[in-house]
């Protein structure tokens, strides 16, 4: 066999590569006396078929099978011979073969680049953790504790939190439309639970007041029937009903299935923490991405950063076909889009390679534990329904081994961030939630 390399542009090879026909007719000589001894073919003994025989009805599936083994034989030692790794699966062409002739095939492919970790005790990063206070736990109480609040008839007009008992009746253009009618319908004024803008025109009325509650639907509406367009709504109230003060005390913990008021209080505070510390390490690890990528600029596959692109355009593509438009793209012609989500798949794909190189040369294991631990989190994604998810897994051992890889980028970020300089910062809950860019709250893992 003989291995040829014909092209080497940074991070691609090509390898020609021939397989001589003497060593692929003795193979398939072989391969077809094997087919004899085990074959059964009515009129003839076991290994006494007649080789002719044997070439007529299987000469053609062992000449395949014998080729594609050929193949593989020496993409493997193309690979083997230069010390390669390739990044993704190698191109694979046959270029020359005739019954009686040598093969002929080109090997092309990426290889992943040889990548040198920046030193990581020169990073200096400082980690914001917060500590919920107690008037936290109180507001998360009183919300709790809303559903199992107590309304009583108000002889006033509404204000924000009351709740209002109305009939209403929608229409488009003059009609009324599927779904948009209701009597008798309690709604709590400031709970965000109606189309913007409707329970905003019903603050100051009164009982016995009959109005028309002008509205636009949001463009990302569920209902394409309706998504963008103005409506307006027949209202009558009937009653305003305020709500009783919400009592903090041993009688609602119970209905939440704890003892008393200090147990329920230290499960949520737990939660709370949670949700802060989670916050915490996806904050630092950002900071830590950044600076990682600011460090190290080496050559990544192409191949490998096509496919983070398509994932990645795919999804965008989705979210604009429901409406969902990063701010940070907006004004942007597609073009200039595609360049910059392009640039994001180079960033990942990067640091992917260099967290993958980190871990390897510092033997980083993902154990049975990490992945206990990591689906116990995921159930916690879900109260109420963790054996639903704990059942999934089980059914689907996949869906587990699809945990090892954000397990294993963890524990490496969790290993560099161990060796670098981070400085701990105090600062309130809110900012916390802040998102670093200054617009969105970062969502709770």
Do not use: C
Request: charge should be negative.
């Amino acid at each position: 066999m003989q291995v040829t390399e014909i092209n080497a542009d940074g991070l691609k090879r090509e390898f020609k590569v021939v397989v001589p026909a003497a060593h692929i007719q003795t193979t398939k000589e072989s391969r077809l006396k094997e087919v004899a001894r085990t074959v059964k073919i009515p009129g003839f003994r076991p290994g006494k078929v007649p080789m002719t025989l044997i070439q007529q009805r299987y000469g053609a599936s062992v000449a395949g099978e014998v080729l594609e083994q050929a193949v593989n034989d020496g993409t493997h030692a193309a690979l083997t011979e230069k010390s390669l790794r390739p990044a993704l699966r190698p191109k694979v062409e046959i270029t020359s073969y005739e019954e009686g002739k040598d093969l002929e095939f080109t090997v092309a492919l990426e290889i992943l680049p040889e990548i040198t970790p920046m030193d990581f005790s020169t990073l200096s990063l400082v980690r914001e953790k917060a500590t919920p206070p107690e008037s936290e736990v109180d507001e998360t109480l009183l919300r709790m504790g809303e559903r199992f609040a107590q309304t009583e008839k108000a002889d006033r007009a509404a204000a924000q939190g009351d709740t209002v008992v109305i009939d209403f009746a929608g229409k488009l253009d003059g009609e009324l439309f599927p779904g948009g009618a209701a009597e008798g319908y309690s709604l709590k004024l400031g709970s965000g639970s109606f189309i913007p803008g409707f329970e905003d025109q019903l603050v100051g009325k009164s009982a016995g007041d009959k109005l028309v509650v002008s509205v636009t639907f949001p463009a990302e509406y569920g209902n394409e029937a309706l998504a963008g367009k103005p409506a307006a709504f027949d209202v009558t109230v009937h009653e305003v009903r305020t709500s009783q003060p919400v009592a903090l005390d041993d009688a609602l913990a119970k209905n939440f299935g704890m003892e008393d008021l200090d147990g329920l209080r230290k499960i949520l505070r737990e939660e709370i923490e949670h949700e802060l510390n989670s916050i915490t390490q996806a904050r630092i690890k950002r900071k830590l991405l950044d600076a990682l990528a600011e460090a190290h600029d080496f050559a990544v596959p192409e191949g490998m950063v096509e496919m983070e692109f398509d994932a990645i355009w795919k999804q965008v593509s989705e979210d604009r076909a429901q409406g969902r438009i990063d701010p940070s793209d907006a004004g942007k012609d597609e073009e200039t889009i595609k360049a910059d989500y392009r640039a994001l798949a180079v960033r990942r794909v990067r640091l992917g390679l260099l967290l993958a190189d980190v871990g390897q040369k510092n033997k980083i294991t993902v154990k049975q534990e990490d992945l206990n631990q990591a689906l116990m989190e995921e159930a916690r994604r879900y109260p109420g329904q963790g054996h639903m998810v704990y059942e999934f897994y089980r059914k689907n051992p996949d869906a587990v081994e699809a945990l090892r890889a954000p397990v294993f980028e963890a524990k490496v970020v969790e290993f560099i961030l161990e060796l670098a300089s981070v400085t701990d910062q105090e600062v309130s809950p809110e900012d916390l939630r802040k998102d670093p860019d200054g617009e969105n709250e970062i969502a709770a893992a």
